[in-house]
């Protein structure tokens, strides 16, 4: 079944047979990790532009390698935030990058709303690697992957998201993958870090972690900006572990068969603990490996019928 | 049709030496004869606030450009600034307005002056000086003066020179960063949100030292229905303030926000379906008293880029009235005589200006509308030099398709003559 999608912007706009194609491909490119020889001919003749407004090393790479493991010919191209203040505008940008011959292009850009701006603007294939606080679609799908893979399913479970659900474009983007999907959504926090409205989207917001934890089948902590704190969101990381960190003592709280995800970066001994990343119902590693996966499959589907057809 | 005499009837309008000389039927017919049977005449609109460009962003904007679109959109007059970036605090530039309006306007022109110096909110300008050079009242520009202390200031001084005081109404620390109204689909667009207290905070404040003071207040687009009832609760116990609202936050709301079109980012934001409808009922109820077009040209490069990266602002002088009378008039939410009053008569009480009637002796100013005749909308078509609306597309109704200012047509079969 051809994806009837051009670009990748957002997980409001996918269906739930969206999200499962993206998913059962993922399963098949998860399959060459084990191969010597990683690599396959999909995307060999296309040119595929990483474009981060923001640095990152963890997607960036992520897309880098998924790319490359498809043939494609990868550029990446980093652009200072300073210089974009003075410089080229976007679109100015775009139709270079059109003129260049780029067939995908994954862009990172610190305002919400840049990758749907760039895709009006071209006709290269656009993928949403983060925009400002709007959406990380191929994280949710990542971290979607991750939950199926070890639950077997996603709707029916109860998931919690919990930390800065207000900055959070990771937040957002698996708000509408697990409501597409079925699930239950608790989101926790401070006041100060929900933003309004959830509850039209069928969220529950909680800020008591303590209640929330022994009631869910996995739970998402959500990488705590340290800048928060001197902008009077939260007043210290200290009272925020306290009262929204995954610790040691919180493991216990959670089902012997819950999962703990977490995108990356952590803030280590803030939002959570070491004995919390290291605990064997945390899947923090493979999100990263699926991770690869995932922007395989994305990669394929969108350029599907134009690139060569997936070697099993 | 004339709302300041109640009058709506078919009649003749004798023109004569630049003034109505007499409103009545059969009226004598030596002179030029023109026959607007079928369409609606009505007095020349007033607009209370429109960027023209000048001086500084005349690539957005010029007065020539600007008054021709006011013309061909039915306003005979329009109080000018010329954005956030031209301060205009003293006399000088005060007539350089009025001279480069005397050289390329086509319809009057009324320049808007600095509350204070610089617009920095902290030290008053020369509004003596300023109203001697032409300024028929003050403001200050989309910043809303942040010290109590100086706007009341402002507002007793003021006082001296009988010059309304105009305020844009929004606490800038609790707006921040946002771009759009803070709620639901900001939270969605993930996009900074700017809540309706930041108005209304502002807005109260406001009302207090009008009331303390006894000066003449004008509160600039107001946006929520929180305002709108801190502005009726006010009214009812006598403070003098006047109000005006835009077409644009009457007849779109936050949902409209396409998050990758910055056509969409405006200041104050477009609010909830709630308060438009607050704001609807504030116009009926005399509340609010003018729509004004808030007319803020922009260029593509300031649009053409992420949304929290625009400009804010629309152009509106064209396409104030046939929006008004496809979406509020067609609704039934105002009749075509109550958005009539509110864009002319009202607007001539509130800053105390001339016009927006046409009784005996008043300017010929006037603006006949062709209600039947609809037509799709292209900016690039339009008079204005810049083309930031997301009304491109539109299919609208309610043209005007004559202008007359002084006696003088302006405007004739929907074309600028001069």
Redo the contacts between chains.
């Keep these: 079944m051809a994806w009837a999608r051009r670009h990748l912007i957002r997980m ?1 706009d996918l269906s739930a047979a969206d999200i499962q194609q993206v998913l059962d491909t993922a399963v098949a490119c998860k399959d060459i990790f084990g191969r010597d020889v990683k690599k396959l001919p999909t995307l060999r003749g296309q040119v595929m532009v990483n474009l981060f407004y923001e640095p990152s090393t963890r997607t960036r790479t992520s897309f880098e390698l998924a790319g490359k493991w498809m043939s494609a010919d990868v550029v990446n191209i980093s652009v200072p935030a300073s210089s974009v203040v003075k410089g080229e ?3 100015d940008t775009a139709r270079t990058l059109a003129a260049l011959g780029a067939d995908i292009v994954v862009i990172r ?1 610190p ?4 990758p ?2 760039l ?2 603007t071209i006709g290269a294939a656009v993928i949403n690697a983060g ?5 990380h679609p191929t994280q949710a799908l990542l971290d979607l992957f991750t939950i199926r893979e070890a639950k077997g399913h996603v709707a029916g479970l109860h998931v919690a998201i919990v930390g800065d659900i207000l900055h959070s ?1 990771v937040a ?1 983007s698996n708000i509408w993958g697990l409501r597409t999907l079925g699930a239950r959504i608790t989101v926790v926090g401070p006041p100060t870090l929900i ?4 509850e ?2 069928g969220v529950a917001v909680s800020h008591d972690l303590d209640q929330v934890l022994p009631e869910v089948d996995v739970v998402n902590i959500l990488r705590i900006q340290r800048e928060r704190q001197h902008t009077a969101l939260i007043p210290s990381l200290r009272e925020y572990t306290r009262r929204f960190g995954l610790t040691r003592e919180r493991l216990d709280l959670l089902r012997p068969d819950a999962l703990i995800l977490h995108p990356g970066p952590a803030n280590l001994g803030v939002e959570i603990v070491q004995e919390a990343v290291d605990d064997p119902r945390a899947r923090v590693h493979d999100q990263v490996t699926n991770g690869v996966a995932v922007r395989m499959a994305v990669l394929f589907l969108l350029m599907g019928g134009r690139g060569n057809a997936m070697a099993a | 049709m004339d709302p300041s005499q109640g009058i709506d009837e078919v009649l003749d309008v004798l023109v004569a030496d630049g003034h109505v000389a007499a409103l009545g039927k059969d009226l004598d017919e030596a002179g030029e004869t023109v026959d607007c049977t079928g369409h609606v005449v009505a007095p020349g609109f007033i607009d209370l606030r429109a960027d023209l460009g000048e001086p500084g962003r005349e690539q957005a904007e010029t007065i020539g450009s600007g008054t021709r679109a006011a013309a061909a959109g039915g306003f005979t007059a329009v109080c000018v600034w010329a954005g956030p970036e031209a301060v205009i605090d003293d006399a000088g530039w005060v007539s350089f307005v009025r001279e480069r309006a005397r050289r390329e306007g086509v319809v009057r022109v009324y320049p808007l002056a600095a509350i204070t110096k610089g617009g920095r909110g902290d030290e008053l300008t020369e509004m003596g000086e300023l109203k001697d050079a032409g300024a028929v009242a003050l403001w200050d520009g989309p910043r809303a003066i942040a010290r109590a202390g100086v706007l009341r200031r402002a507002l007793e001084y003021a006082r001296l020179w009988e010059l309304p005081v105009v305020v844009h109404c929004e606490d800038a620390d609790l707006a921040g960063p946002g771009v759009m109204h ?12 700017v809540p309706a207290a930041a108005e209304e905070i502002v807005v109260a404040r406001d009302l207090l030292l009008a009331e303390l003071t006894g000066a003449r207040l004008h509160i600039a687009h107001v946006s929520t229905a929180g305002s709108v009832a801190l502005i009726r609760a006010a009214k009812a116990r006598g403070v003098a303030v006047t109000t005006d609202v835009t077409p644009h936050h009457l007849v779109w709301t936050d949902a409209d926000v396409e ?2 079109d910055a056509h969409w980012r405006l200041r104050p934001p477009l609010r909830t379906a709630a308060d438009a409808a607050a704001l609807i009922e504030g116009l009926r109820d005399g509340t609010i008293d003018c729509i004004a077009t808030d007319h803020s040209p922009c260029t593509l ?1 300031e649009k ?6 625009a400009r804010p602002g629309i152009i509106g002088l064209e396409t104030a009235l046939p929006l008004l009378v496809t979406r509020v008039v067609a609704a039934g939410q105002l009749s075509l005589g109550e958005v009539i009053a509110r864009l002319s008569h009202h607007p001539a009480r509130a800053l105390g200006l001339p016009g927006g009637t046409l009784a005996p002796g008043s300017p010929a100013d006037l603006t006949v509308i062709d209600l039947n005749t609809e037509r799709v909308y292209d900016p690039a078509q339009g008079w204005s030099r810049s083309r930031n609306t997301p009304l491109a597309g539109w299919r609208l109704q309610g043209w005007p398709v004559a202008t007359m200012v002084g006696g003088r047509w302006v405007v004739r079969e929907g074309r600028v003559m001069a």
């Design positions: 409001r505008s976007l679109t850009h305002s919400a709303g840049a749907a701006l895709a009006r925009d400002g606080m709007h959406e474009r957002r933003p309004p409205g959830l039209q989207l | 803070e709620g639901f689909h900001a939270t969605v667009h993930g996009l900074p949100g998050p990758d490069e053409q880029v992420e949304f929290d990266r």
